[in-house]
Structures are given as C-alpha cells and as structure tokens.
C-alpha cells in the first residue's frame, strides 16, 4: 500500500539559529575600509535595521528541509496529476539539460544583441513556430504566463477600439470558461457578459446572437472548451462576431488537444494566447513560472506588447518600433526559460511529432470515457452535456448522482483518489457541470496508469456505496489527515506567516 | 514509440487503445471539426524540413554550439536597470530541480502536496519578515507585474484615480505600469527627486490629494539612491488617504529598515536577486506584501497559503486560504487574472534565504553598499564622467553622467573590450547622457578597478580622436 512520507518539519524560519551564517560572501575582505562609511551613514540618516529574524542553518539543514518537504510533495514525475485544462504532462528531462548546455543562466538581458546573436536566432524561430502553429502573423513572447497573455489580448481589443473611435465596452465570454477570461476582461475595464452553454456542451448560437450589438469588443473562447468538446461551430461564431466588428480571442490553454489538426487562426480568431507551460513541456513548478505568448494576425500585430524579435536578413534584434502598441507586460523579453525549453521540445518533436501529441492526448481521454463505461462506472460518474460526442483534450464527469445517493462529493472522490497515490483532477470547475471531476491524461500518460487510475476511481465508488462516512475521513495515507479549509480561513485563526498570532500556539504542536 | 516519452504513441499499444475506444482511425476523434479548418498539412516547425523532430544528443549538439558562440564579457557584467548579476549558490540549483517540486502543479490538492504548500508558507514567512509587514502572496510573475498589480490594488481599496510615481522610479517599471493601466481612466503624475536624488518628500506633500491612490517609490532607486525619507512619504500618504507604494531591494533590507516598519502600506521586489540568476531576463518572482488589515489583504491578488491543523486537530497542515479573491472562484470579480505564478522561484528565494541567514544578509547588504561606495570614489577620479548623488547613501547602482561621448558608445566601446559597463538610462528620457552600473558580490575589487579602467581608456580614446 502507498504511503506518503511523513517528516515532522518546523517552518525554517523556526528553526533554531547559531550565532553566525555559514554563508562566504565573495571578495567580502576586499572593502571592509568602505563599510565603517556605509554603517555611519546609515545611522546618521537613522536608516540602519536593527532586526532581522530570519535563522543561521547549516547547508545541511538547509538541504535535508527541503528534499524532506520534497517527499510530502507531489509531482508528474512520481504520478499522474490530470488535472483538467492544467495539461500536466512530462517533460523532457533533456529541456532542462539544453537550457544549461546553452549557456543563458549568466546572460545579461542588457547584453548588446550582436553578441548574443544564437540565442536571439533560437527565439526568432521559436516565434516562427509559435506563429506557424497559431496561424497567426507574429508572436510577442513577453507575456509571462498564459493569463498576461489574456490580459495583453484584452488591452489590444480594448486600444483597437480606442483607436478607430468606437466605445465598446461588452465583452463576451462562456459560461464555461476558464476564470481567467472574465477576470482578464473586467481587467481591461471591459464589462462580462456570459454566453450560456447549450445541451451538446458547446456556445449556445441563439443566445450569442441575441446579445451581439455595437457594444461588442470581442469574446474570449477556448477550443476545445472546458468540457473537452470541439465548438463544432466555430466558423459560424466567428462570422457573427466578425459581422458587428467584434474581435475573437483565443485562450490557448487547450491546445493541446488540437494542435496540428486546426489552427485558431484557421479557425477565424484574430488573437490567440499560448500556455507553453501547458502545450510544450514546461515544468509548472508548483504552480509557476510558466511561459507564454500572444500571437496576432492582420491590423491587430500593431498592437502586441513590445519589443517584437525581428530579422533584417543579416540579424536579429528587438524592434521597439509601433506606436500602435499596448507597450511592455513585463520587464525584457519573457519567461526565456520555458521559451528555450519549448524550443527544444518542438525541435524534438517537429511537426508530424506535435500532431501525434494532439492525437494520442485525445485517445487517451476517450480512453478512459470508454474504460469508465466499461467498469460499470458511467452511472456514479457521468458525462454530461453530449454523452456521444468524442471529447478532445480533457473530459468531465460529474459525480451528482454519486452525491444524491450516498452523500459522497467530488472532493471526497479527490480525497479518495489522493489516498491511493493519485493525484486528484480538477474538481467543482467548470461551474456548469455540478459535482464536477474535470480531468486531462494528457499524451504522456501510459495506458497501464490509466487502467490504474479507473481501478482508484472505481474503489471510490465501491467504498462510497459501502461506507460513505469512512470515505468522508479520507486521505490517511497522505503526508497528513484532512485539512482543516475551515479553520485555515477563519478571521480569528488566519496564520499567513510566523507574524500571526497563531504561528506560535501552531508552533507548540511540533513539541510533541 | 513515436514520442519517446509517451508510451501510447506507440503503435501497438495504439491500436489496442483504439480497438477498447471502437475507432479504427485516430480521425474519427476528430470528426466533430469542421473539414473546411482542418490543416490539410504537416505543420511547418522544428529543423528539419520534412516535420521529423531531432534526437536528444542533436538537440544538445545545438545548445552546444549556442553556448560556444554566446560571446561572454570576460568580467561579470555592470549593467543592470532591472537585473543584476547575483550569485546563484550551488543547492538552489540542485535543489530546484527535485522532481516532486518542479514538476509539480498548484497545490489545490494539500494533503498530498503539503511540502510545497509549507515552502510556499516558509517564503510568505521569510519575505514577510525582510519587507516588515506580516502577510505577503506566494508570488507574481516578476518585479514589474508585482508592481502593476499593488497599484491597481491601491485603486481598488481607495476607489481613487491619480497614482503618483517617484522620478527615481525605473523607466522600464513606468511603462509596464501604464500598460496594466491602460483604459482604466487613471492619471499618473510623477514626483521629481531633490537634491540628495531621492524623491522629494516636499514635493509629494503638494501633490498627495484627495484623489491619489498611491505613491510609488522605488529603493534604491533607478539612480541607486537609498530612498531615506519612506517615513515622511507614508505620512504625506496617509494624511490624504493615500496608500504608499514601496518597490524594495530584497538585498537592501539585510542593512536598511524594512518599508513595512516605516509605514508603507504595499511592498513590492524583484526576486532576482535571491539566486534566480539572470537567464536573459527571467522567470524571476515578483514580491507582493501588504500590512495586517482586512482592508488590504481582501484586495491582495494571488495566492496566499495559510498554517492550520488537519480536521483531526493532530497535525500542523497547510492549505491555499482566502480563495475567494481569485479568479477560479470570483471570476470578474477577482482581484486579478493571475494563476500561475512564480511558485519555484519563491522557493528557490525562501531556500537562499534559510541558506545565507539574517546575519549572512546582513553582511552580504553591507559589502554591496560598501562596493557601491567604492566604484562611486573610484569614478570620482576619472575624467568624463560626473558621479551623480555623490554623498547620498547607495546601493548597487552608480548613477554618472557621461561628458564628451555619448552612452551608447561608451557602452558599445568597453563591450568591445569585454566588459559590459552598464545601462543607458537616458534611452528612455531619463536625464542628460545618464549612465547606471550596478556593482555586485560578484565583482572584485579588480574587478571593480578593471571596469574603472577600460572606462578611462574608452573615454580618453574619445580625446585623442
């Protein structure tokens, strides 16, 4: 049976401290005449910290901490994590080794191009890529994340209309939509107005017709939607759209189960965001950095972020030109990592490889619909909206007659499936579907670990009906029991930092 | 198999997947996309023209030639309006490659993920403690973005429309902030600096009304100068209402009361400095803290991991608390967009903090200030270049105004010679031929005396032409 280790780990900065740090500082003995200056001055202007509580550790401690937390922690490369939409898949160790072997961990981002020629080289064509991929026209790689690009894509719809001099001020977005979308738009000072879903799981026409005016800037739309299903009727949205001069954004973030199969820019969006965190490989680091891109076709390249890579036949560089712009989302020039590391994954993968991504990441989730069905499962976890329609990227399930039943929610399925070694899909999202188990195998996930994980989710099931309340108790083979979500957020308990007045009474647990 | 790490791509163990989903053709997954958008052909991408991808060794050949190709200045570079280069130690970057934790996602799941979520509380904890105030989020992008999102939180909890920004603010800063500004109707005005080229508390007093949101103000700042009047700015600030802004060093702090103490009511950093490395640029991590009030922590954007126990009251555990300011639950009401963050590099900072201590901080700080000092007496004595703020209190930066030459090809000309000597300040209309050099624990003294040197020689090149 699987059990998570379990250290007994005080917060660090708990720890107890030793009169010095072990910590050299380099050529520290060359200015120690200039110090007695510096401490002067400070006190003098009344500037010089008296405190700063932060422990004296030895390396070692310091390293046996956090590989101790490492091992409560849970990542792609000890199982799979499908979360829906998030698109955990493997990446490739040897990402990491080109980053190193490339030698950018010491290049300056002020670095004059002409010495850095390569690198500029190796970005250029990625954007080349990017494009290619999007069917867009250029690709801005600034953006750090994939909401940055959403929200880059919503101030260019906005100066878009700024410019031409017309006050839209509506945005539309599904119900089903990722929270990113309205919230990037209400960002931009754009006003949510949510587009209902229909029966088959997809943009309800009628509906979008029926709130199209002038007002309209623009929709934000994913393809494949949060539910996993192609919007079957894109093209007609976006000539609707189009028809009253309204723009149609693409969040990228469920490409994956598309890729090289149809493009968004085929597909008549104008602006369209990549998740490279998501699409190519990499790492989400426990929640970030990941990295990003916001591509644009037509008169709407004018409006990306600046600088945009460019080449003159003879070299590259970082063109600041276009009055047009919405100007900078970040400092530089992005999250050059994950840009690197999404290079060596195309570069890996070329273009036959990235449509077989897209293919095998759909198979997988049909897969596991298929295997769900075959194990008597469909009944507790069940698709909704069209049970017929092939799924893409991602499914979801809803475990609502499970509820009904025996009492037993999502969280506690997520619960179950955490005490199993597994790590939980996505629950309670999309807001449409209740109960909801949103989960994403992606390609990378091996047939025998999907047969394993329908084997969890049918114990869940099975101990559901047997003994819901046992089933309520769970995890126990965690790091750690249940956590108190109450207690954690209550006014009176809220422990942000050893600075609250809880840390301390928490601090006497670890005395036992 | 087809992709080498993905089992299923294989084409037995397709087929019998295929066979348990009843299709005899991958395209009948796909039969709900309309032909007409269907792509017809192989995406152009990769390097080689017929759509194969490379092998691991090719791919590494290329990193290889990149590296070899790169040309390095031969001494670690001065220059630096955002970045700096800063030693990475040795554990950070082993440490951060653990595959539990760099592999991991959110940690939306605590109990099989409370290592993460305790490294997430442990960095909230050792910034909170550096910055002087008690609540800082897990995390922004970078510096910048860090930066647009306390001013648009300043906005929300004030409902007011000016900002004002100190001129000692980098320009790089200003224009990422306008750009998260963009459309929301708010007017930035900036506050010049006085005399010493810190911002001029006397100015602000005039200009902090009834409608400003915010003052910004950035320590060092853009021309290195310690910002010594933070106290009299949060006054001015808080006799109108107005929240101030401090975009702070983390480095700094180990040597220089924390802004939190001195009445700041949002804190702000770049984490670069904390053995990120420079990567051309990033991923870094953006610092985000506020002061111990409802008022300010329901407007905080990003995520916020909280310390409890486990329902059984056994164990201490840790969770993602205060969920509802976030756009997965608020939707167009949250705070902000912001989902994935910069969750590794907070954690790489939180281990370079554990790594080096409060007491190793404060001597690294202080060895910093003291090179500052000491390029700052060194250029003194050389002709061509005028040190500005000469008697102010510094760190890391060395603002100096180039006579005779212009930035760009003092610049260009020491780069030739191997050194890259620091930033052109004035590019974006920031003073008269201003060039900043930053200085860090990187840099020797010879090193220090090696950039002195070949500045004299670009300089005095200029004379003899």
């Known amino acids: ?512 | 198999m087809e992709i080498p790490w993905a089992k299923n791509s294989d084409e037995a163990v397709k087929r019998r997947i295929m066979e348990e989903v009843g299709i005899a053709s991958i395209e009948e997954l796909f039969q709900d996309v309309p032909a007409e958008i269907r792509l017809k052909r192989t995406l152009r991408v990769g390097l080689s023209e017929d759509g194969e991808g490379v092998s691991e060794y090719e791919l590494l050949r290329l990193a290889k030639r990149v590296r070899e190709s790169i040309s390095n200045p031969r001494i670690p570079p001065f220059a630096g309006i955002e970045h700096c280069y800063h030693v990475v130690p040795s554990v950070i970057k082993e440490l951060i490659y653990r595959g539990e934790l760099y592999t991991a996602y959110t940690p939306y799941a605590f109990e099989i993920n409370q290592g993460l979520l305790q490294a997430l509380f442990e960095y909230q904890s050792l910034i909170a403690e550096l910055y002087g105030v008690e609540v800082v989020n897990a995390s922004m992008y970078d510096g910048s973005t860090a930066l647009a999102e306390a001013v648009r939180m300043a906005i929300r909890v004030t409902k007011r429309s000016k900002v004002l920004v100190s001129e000692g603010l980098s320009p790089l800063k200003l224009r990422v902030l306008e750009t998260w500004l963009y459309g929301l109707g708010i007017k930035i005005e900036r506050v010049g600096l006085d005399e010493r080229g810190a911002t001029s508390v006397e100015e602000a007093v005039k200009l902090v009304d009834r409608d400003t949101a915010a003052l910004v103000v950035e320590t060092p700042n853009v021309y290195g100068v310690i910002e010594h009047g933070v106290k009299a700015l949060a006054d001015a600030c808080h006799e109108k209402g107005a929240l101030l802004v401090v975009f702070a060093n983390p480095l700094l702090l180990g040597i220089v009361k924390p802004p939190g103490e001195l009445g700041a009511d949002i804190v702000v950093g770049e984490g670069q400095p904390l053995g990120l490395g420079l990567f051309y640029g990033g991923a870094t991590l953006g610092i985000l803290g506020t002061r111990r009030d409802l008022k300010l922590v329901r407007q905080l954007p990003g995520r916020l991991v909280g310390m409890t126990l486990t329902e059984d009251g056994v164990d201490v555990s840790y969770a993602l608390v205060l969920q509802t300011r976030e756009q997965h639950i608020r939707r167009e009401r949250a705070t902000s967009n912001i989902t994935t963050n910069s969750a590794l590099m907070a954690i790489a900072a939180a281990m370079y903090l554990s790594l080096i201590g409060g007491e190793g901080l404060k001597r690294l700080a202080l060895s910093i200030a003291s090179r500052t000092l000491y390029l700052k007496t060194r250029l003194s004595d050389l002709d061509g270049v005028e040190v500005l703020y000469r008697n102010s209190p510094s760190f890391l930066k060395v603002a100096t105004r180039v006579k005779g030459m212009s930035v760009e090809n003092v610049i260009r000309r020491a780069r030739e010679r191997g050194i890259l000597c620091g930033s052109n300040l004035s590019r974006y209309g920031y003073g008269d031929n201003v060039m900043v050099m930053c200085v860090t624990e990187a840099h020797s003294r010879s090193d220090i005396d090696e950039l002195v040197k070949v500045l004299g020689e670009v300089l005095s090149h200029v004379e003899a032409s």
């Open chain 1, 1 to 512: 049976m699987w059990r998570q280790a379990k250290w007994v780990e005080k917060p660090i900065i708990a720890y107890p401290s030793a009169s010095r740090s072990g910590f050299r500082v380099p050529f520290e003995n060359d200015f120690t005449e200039y110090e007695r200056q510096v401490v002067e001055m400070l006190k003098e202007l009344g500037m010089e910290r008296e405190e700063l509580g932060i422990p004296n550790i030895s390396e070692l401690e310091v390293v046996r901490h956090y590989v101790r937390l490492s091992h409560m922690s849970y990542g792609i490369d000890v199982g799979p994590t499908p979360l829906g939409s998030c698109t955990m898949k493997y990446n490739p160790k040897v990402c990491n080794e080109f980053l190193k072997e490339a030698g950018v961990e010491d290049v300056h981002p002020e670095e004059l191009e002409e010495y850095i020629q390569p690198l500029l080289e190796m970005l250029y064509r990625l954007e080349r890529w990017l494009a290619e991929i999007t069917g867009m026209d250029r690709c801005c790689l600034q953006v750090p994340a994939g909401a940055a690009g959403e929200l880059a894509g919503a101030l260019m719809i906005r100066k878009y209309f700024d410019d031409l001099g017309e006050a839209r001020d509506e945005m539309l977005v599904p119900d089903s939509a990722h929270g990113t979308n309205p919230a990037s738009a209400a960002m931009a000072g754009f006003k949510v107005v949510n587009i209902p879903t229909n029966d088959r799981g997809t943009v309800d026409l009628d509906a979008l017709k029926a709130v199209l005016s002038n007002r309209v800037a623009g929709m934000m739309l994913t393809n494949p939607n949060t539910l996993g299903l192609f919007e079957d009727e894109i093209l007609d949205i976006a000539k609707e759209l189009h028809s009253v001069g309204a723009l149609l954004y693409y969040d990228g973030a469920n490409l994956n189960g598309i890729m090289g199969i149809a493009r968004p820019g085929d597909m008549g969006f104008d602006i369209v965001h990549l998740n490279l965190h998501k699409t190519f490989a990499a790492p989400h680091g426990g929640g970030g950095p990941g990295g990003a891109a916001i591509c644009a076709k037509g008169k709407l390249v004018e409006y990306l972020p600046r600088p945009l890579l460019d080449f003159d036949g003879r070299r590259y560089f970082w063109n600041y030109s276009g009055s047009r712009s919405i100007g900078m989302m970040r400092v530089y020039y992005g999250n050059v990592p994950a840009l690197l590391r999404t290079f060596a994954y195309i570069a890996m993968l070329g273009g036959k490889g990235l449509r077989k991504v897209a293919e095998i990441a759909v198979l997988n989730t049909n897969y596991l619909v298929k295997k769900l069905e075959k194990v008597g499962l469909a009944d507790y976890l069940e698709l909704t909206h069209s049970k017929t329609k092939p799924r893409k990227h991602e499914v979801v399930l809803s475990a609502k007659k499970l509820k009904k039943a025996f009492g037993v929610t999502a969280d506690d399925v997520a619960k179950c499936l955490e005490d199993q070694g597994l790590h939980p899909p996505i629950t309670y999202f999309p807001l449409i579907v209740e109960e909801a188990l949103m989960i994403e195998l992606t390609e990378t996930e091996p047939i025998e670990y999907i047969d394993r994980y329908v084997e969890a989710l049918r114990r869940c099931i099975d101990l559901a009906k047997r003994d819901p309340t046992a089933m309520r108790k769970m995890p126990r083979n965690t790091s750690v029991g249940r956590v108190d979500v109450v207690r954690a957020n209550h006014p009176k308990h809220l422990v942000l930092s050893h600075k609250f007045e809880g840390f301390a009474e928490l601090l006497n647990k670890f005395r036992d």
